[in-house]
DNA sequence: TTAAAATTGACAGGTACCTGTCAATTTTGA
DNA sequence: TCAAAATTGACAGGTACCTGTCAATTTTAA
């Protein structure tokens, strides 16, 4: 077993810092979501949406996620009254969503929340080191993802 | 709605950077851990187990999920062969958690990969940077959990 | 000492992800 | 041009979390 070197040792409680930060950070934003009626995971599909009516696979890649679980969160927004599918004229396979009226009301509130909650975050730190702190990340990022998996590629779906 | 300011955006930036990150390092922990029949989740458990015959309740308690979860999970393990339920002769509603000795070959075997896995890591980062970083996320942690949400209290259960 | 409170395991059911497969429908490239 | 490849939605089923509830069994405090 490979001796543990005090970079070893830092970067295991990087990882640890990440897996309980990433809870808080769920959780508040569940918070934030939940008085609109919302979840996290509905919240951001909504986002996602109100930029213009867009595809479910449209969605599930530029959230990073794979269609089925997008299509699950999409169609209980639907059935709550968030999105309403549309068909497109252009593609027949293709339903695209829209917001609804009470969808945009809902993302509108959360998002206001959220920027009252963020900024009170922020004015809390020391922005020369929250910018070190994610620079920091995003090369931690890159790292993890540098080294391809050998052997499988990506995959089409 | 708020306008955004610096560090509103920077913080923004932080929080989209932990997602990212809390999802690429749970890849890579079930990648060490599935050439031993292991997920990452059952890793955890393995491992609180490994340090003395312990309770669900407890392994719950050390890992700051529900009974329940861990129920399922060690549930799953016993069921593999990788550990086993016995009797607490002290507690009769209590029956503890024990590593087979397959439950043993396989945690130590992540182990061993997971050492390997974060050395690599750790020896490719300046050791400053990441210390300030670990800082720097813990700051951003204990000011999640500053302020208790007002109303109600901790849960008993 | 004993009644209230807490703990434990078990069961039911929900959310948000995942994989794999299928048929229908574009899109592509030889 | 037209067959192969890719995309899309839908369905089935799995993992890892969650909440709420229940009965059995400690633990506690009056």
Redesign the interface.
Known sequence: ??R?????R??????L?????????LE?GD?LAAPSGLTSARWQVLGVADHGPVTVAQVARTM?LRRQSVQQTADALARDGFLAFVDDPDDRRARRIALTAAGRRALRAV??RH??W??G?????D?R??????A??????S???SPP?RGRRRRKD
Chains 1, 2 share one sequence.
Do not use: C, K, Y
Not at 10 to 15: N, Q, R, V
Not at 136 to 141: K, Q, S
């Open positions: 077993m490979a543990w070197t005090e970079a070893g830092s970067f295991t409680d990087l990882i810092e990440v897996f309980r930060l990433n809870g808080l950070l508040a918070h990073g998002e206001a920027a009252v963020v900024e975050l922020a004015a809390r730190v922005l080191a929250l910018r070190a702190t994610v920091a990340l995003r090369d931690a990022t790292l993890l993802q998996p």
